[in-house]
């Protein structure tokens, strides 16, 4: 199975400042396709999971352009260029390139400085 | 807008059963796979199963194999999980959700599995 990992677990964060999360994968993830299916997902507090980013750097629909996503092979990045209020909770990397099974990084806790 | 509304969660004893439940609506439900992913209560998101458009793939994480069964109804637009000889570690928020590529979630729904 492909582990998935994170870093930091906690980042603490100030309004209006960029925030950054890494995501590594135990293995590559680019699929025979060609495709990298690499995706982050944001979870504020007490709701279900949204994705905000699919195949590395598309976001999906709605998804505020303060969000970008970005890497290759093992190594991926998700960045916040200035951090709102509402970007508050736990972001988690998700891989489906090697499936099953779809794997999880352990999550990032987003909060306030 | 696509939609995914879970329902049939509750508590349960070690070793019962439970059956959840999906309904879709805003897209075509049979074009799609759909997955249950779970959250254990303060914890992080676990894949728990996957199936095909037609319902003749199904794929599971290793710990509800052989326990846990997915399937589908196209024409009721429903996704469903059948879960057997429960355990406490299946205590869990179960999402349904479109695609492996998990783009759209429900709600979710509580399973607590206590005596």
């Known amino acids: 199975d492909v582990v998935m990992t994170q870093s930091p677990l906690s980042l603490p964060v100030t309004l209006g400042q960029p925030a950054s999360i890494s995501c590594t994968s135990s293995q590559s993830l680019v699929h025979s396709d060609g495709n990298t299916y690499l995706n982050w997902f944001q979870q504020r507090p007490g709701q279900s999971p949204r994705r905000l980013i699919y195949?590395?750097?598309n976001r999906d629909s709605g998804v505020p352009d303060r969000f970008s996503g970005s890497g290759s092979g093992t190594v991926f990045t998700l960045k916040i260029s200035r951090v709102e209020a509402e970007d508050l909770g736990v972001y988690y990397c998700?891989?489906?390139?090697?499936?099953?099974?779809?794997?999880f990084g352990p999550g990032t806790k987003v909060d306030i400085k | 807008d696509v939609q995914l509304v879970e329902s049939g969660g509750g508590l349960v004893q070690p070793g019962g059963s439970l059956r959840l439940s999906c309904e879709a609506s805003?897209?075509?439900?049979?074009?799609?796979?759909m997955s249950w992913v779970r959250q254990a209560p303060g914890k992080g998101l676990e894949w728990v199963a996957s199936i095909n458009q037609d319902g003749s793939e199904k794929y599971y994480v290793d710990s509800v194999e052989g326990r846990f069964t997915i399937s589908r109804d196209n024409a009721k637009n429903s996704l469903y999980l059948q879960m057997n000889s429960l355990r406490a570690e299946d205590t869990a928020v179960y999402y349904c959700a479109r695609r492996t590529g998990l783009n759209y979630w429900g709600q979710g729904t509580l399973v607590t599995v206590s005596s």
């Open positions: 195949q590395v750097s």
């Open positions: 998700m891989q489906n390139t090697h499936w099953p099974p779809v794997t």
């Open positions: 805003g897209f075509t439900f049979s074009n799609y796979y």
